[in-house]
């Protein structure tokens, strides 16, 4: 009867329990907003550092990281290679030699990033290809080169032009070597745009002077929530003496400051927003608390005790509130699922604005199961504690008092 | 047998501004099985009394022995599981529960004595019949008559089976018909369940019906005496 008791009352007065409802209802939906918006940027944040170049993990050489340099390099084992490809979790992996030489056409010179790859597994990661904007993609034996449109724009440089390429290769060899150009990319990010080459992996190889060796092999990983066991995994294989394996955070370690930055602020708006609603939840509990004091004195008198009330009225908190967080979960979900499937797009002047910084210009939402037990539980514990309020007059209510104050 | 010994009762309410003397020294006992009225004009302590009488209020001073236990020592908690286990309250204004049906009204305090739900059901099926109201066991309070509403309040007292009851007025919100309906009724239980009535009231109508009339003024017994027609 208790149960029953505490569900009856929650529709006895239906005004005031739909204004509690509501208001929880509300909390959950603006915090389910808020914190998808946010989480959804990170992701995609996230996401498109690591398809945009550094995949979701690497394996080099011990101690390349530290030192990037092509003396770390590592011995290009295609049997480490198919072991790695065939492991759970793991989509495919992408060899690469990366380096550095000065670029030069004509009078015009500009140090560039030269990066050797293979063009069919570095399309499975960065989708390079969708960045070319003119000429001719690279393909297996390609002797040309791809050039980004910075750099390409600077050396003043078009299809057919000869670029010449002249660093220090591996062990302190001469890099030198001439290059048609085959193609031109853009790329978003103006670092890269500005001063990236890519050619092929055998090709890099010999203008470095490191055959068989490459700088990394990074990997494409069906999901992230695969990195953590597929490094685990690869660091219990792989002889940690020789070589080293990083995961995302490990990769991106400024990225992740900037989220983790960016996220202690979206944190301490979540704590005001829950604070203007808890005062509104507040409110409606403290009206019924006072609506109804000659009732508990009522009850009281004729025998209940104090904590079986306090029972009742916790019971209906609890059930309003669930009632109010699974009310709120369902009506943001299906929007949250829209906007994952379609995120919203700005354009114009702000749009720009923001893509100088080399972000997309889009909101992005997650649908990560977290958000939803994280704020549900959140707005939840909170209804519950402010439902203390009544159970505290209830344990100081003098019967008599309340029935002759009421 | 005493079911109530009240001693040198006193209340003053306020103490620390200005004192309100509401009972000035008051020696009351009543037997088991009286049917009694505490009668007086409005403000002469007839409620502070009733409330004192069932452990809703302390008093400044004095003793208060219910069924030979002291209550004034008692500490909240054990006054409420006395009150449980002990006493059946009617009010002035019903009081019953908006949301529980009549039946369930009627065994909510053998509910919260945690009697079983056959003894709960035979009960309170019993006090519908007795209370003429069985035909509106599942209707809720609001659909019922103010005389309906009191005779549910009177039925959830005396389901338990307290050792006695307190009224405040109970007839203070009904018509006649319905006043004397209820008087019946009460007159009825005291003489075939022995149940003790005890009336806090300024109805002659009940006055006229209880066999001793215990009269207060300015917070004193003025008079205590039994009817002429007990």
Known sequence: MIVKLAWRNIWRNRRRSFITVTSISFAVILALFMRSMQLGSYERMIDNAARFYTGYAQIHANGYWDDQTLDNSMEFDSTLMSEVDGMKGVEITVPRVESFALASYGSKTKGAAVLGIDPLREEQLTRVKSKLISGKFLEDGDKGVLISEGLASYLKMGIGDSLVLLGQGFQAMTAAGLYEIQGILKFPIPAQNDQTVLMNLSGAQFLFSMEDRITSLALVIESSDDVDPVVTDLEQRLDTAAFEVLGWRELMPELIESIEIDNVSGRIMLFFLYLVIGFGMFGTFLMMTQERKYEFGVLISIGMKRRLMQWVVFLEMALMSGIGVLTGVAVALPFLIYFYRNPVYLSGESAEAIEKFGVEAAYFFSLDAEIFINQAWAILIMALILGFYPLLVIFKLKPVKAMRES | ?230
């Open chain 2, 1 to 230: 047998m005493n079911i109530i010994e009240a001693k040198g009762i006193e209340k003053v309410y306020d103490e620390d501004k200005v004192p309100v003397h509401a009972l000035n020294g008051i020696d009351l006992n009543i037997t088991e099985g009286e049917f009694t009225a505490i009668v007086g004009p409005s403000g002469c302590g007839k409620t502070t009394l009733l409330n004192i009488l069932g452990g809703l209020d302390h008093p400044s001073k004095g003793i208060v022995h219910l069924a030979n236990t002291d209550i004034t020592s008692m500490s909240d908690s054990h006054l409420i599981d006395f009150r449980l286990q002990n006493i059946g309250f009617v009010f002035q204004a019903y009081n019953l529960i908006p949301v529980l049906t009549v039946r369930e009204n009627i065994e909510f305090i053998m509910l919260l004595q945690k009697a079983d739900k056959v003894e709960r059901h035979l009960r309170s099926s019993e006090m519908l019949e007795q209370m003429g109201i069985a035909d509106k066991a599942s209707k809720r309070p609001s659909e019922l008559s103010g005389g309906q509403q009191q005779r549910v309040a009177v039925a959830r007292a005396l389901a338990s089976k307290p050792k006695f009851i307190l009224a405040d007025e109970p007839t203070a919100n009904l018509d006649s018909k319905s006043t004397a309906q209820l008087l019946d009724i009460m007159a009825e239980m005291n003489r075939k369940e022995q149940t003790t009535f005890v009336f806090s009231t300024h109805d002659q109508r009940v006055i006229d019906r209880a066999r001793r009339i215990v009269r207060l003024d300015d917070g004193i017994v003025v008079d205590d005496h039994v009817a002429e027609h007990a």
